[in-house]
């Protein structure tokens, strides 16, 4: 868990960064009260919560809209730097590290995860205003999306 | 006297909070929670902008602009309401560190080492503090350090070309520290981590937090009462900022002051090079 966590009403989420998972625990004690699973792409993007959303950001280039009340993903906001994201994705729409990743010596761990933030991912964590979700990408862009 | 020392002082202290504040996700607690209701469904893309590098800085809000940092070196200030950019501050290296906005000032860190202060209006700087070492030195590793092998070890090429793992780094500290040229003190800088909040007993006045790989640093915009260091607390017995030699540039600008570091273990990240992406926390005191 590279991603610090959102707190809210002793409710604590946070997202995982290799098993791709949004967890939602007992701020008391720490019993898991759901998890939606984002296919083991990375997560480094802190949640955001706003009235019934929780938003985050993925290494797969989307924005991620969690519904609190139906604890189900709601909608996605998927960036032009996606495109990169088959050639990276396997067969079962995990990531594919091996497309990457050549070997593990320390210039090609750099290159490799290069590589990977192609896909446009989000390391960044959403901040809400308003009707405004600002996110930042590794694509060079700042998203403003309503 | 403490009591009447804070009382003195506090005539002369400016407005403090009296525009908006803002930090990494959403407030000093870092907790996440945005006071809006959100957006239940997307409607549409409102604006974007991009820049030439990567942006890992979470953006921050307040007065109705965008602050955020991005890896070809600029911090950036854009209207919320259009994306137009209002204005950019160039640094010496990337910036993956979330700003922090209070009294006016935008504070962040730069990977050039240094934590700035840039006026919130302008993104002109109102003062900067050097942390430490800048990329220079994972650099320097690479290439400087290990030329002469008289002086650095051949065998920091090896190190720095392979592999890296945390007994690795460990060994390259031990190595480096036997180097003549290596300055014991100019650490490098690898606070990746988001500070906590907390603040000291006996100050009234707003102070920015954040982390480095030499220790967390604390400062102040007024004169500190109070020193901490080596995890006690002592009173200053002068009211003057305690000024250090390598602190000339705020003595010079008199609008911040150092108080305390706390000493961390060096080289506890791997990997990550001399990073400074923490971003600092503003502290209001309750009292």
Redo the contacts between chains.
Sequence with gaps: VIASAAVRDDRVYFATSDTGLLNAVDGKTGALLFSIDFNHWPMFSSPGIAGNMEYLGSHQGRLLAVDLASQKLAWTFAEAAKKNGPSLTDSKGAPNYEAAFADSFYDDVVSGIQKMFTVGAILSSPAVSGDTILFGSADGNLYAIM | MRPLIAVSLLPLCPPVFAQQTGA???DAA????????????????????????????????ADGT?F?G?N?HYL?A?D?AT?AEKWKFKTGGRIPS?PAIANGLVYFLSYDGNFYAVDEASGKVKWKYATGESDGLQRSICTEWSRPPRLCPIRLIFI?????SPEDWFILDRVIRTCTRWTPGAERCNGNS?PATSYIPLRRLPMAHFSSGVGIRIFTRWTPQMERRNGVSKPVKTTKPIIKPEFKLHRQLLTASFIWDAETQIFTQS?QGPGKSSGPTIIKDPG
């Design positions: 990494f996700r959403s870092h907790t996440g929670d945005y006071g809006s209701s959100g957006i239940a469904s997307f409607h549409k893309l409102k604006w974007q902008f991009h820049t030439a590098g990567q942006i890992l800085s979470s953006p921050v809000v965008v955020f991005s070809d950036r854009l919320l994306g979330s720095c070309r392979r592999r890296l988001e990997m």
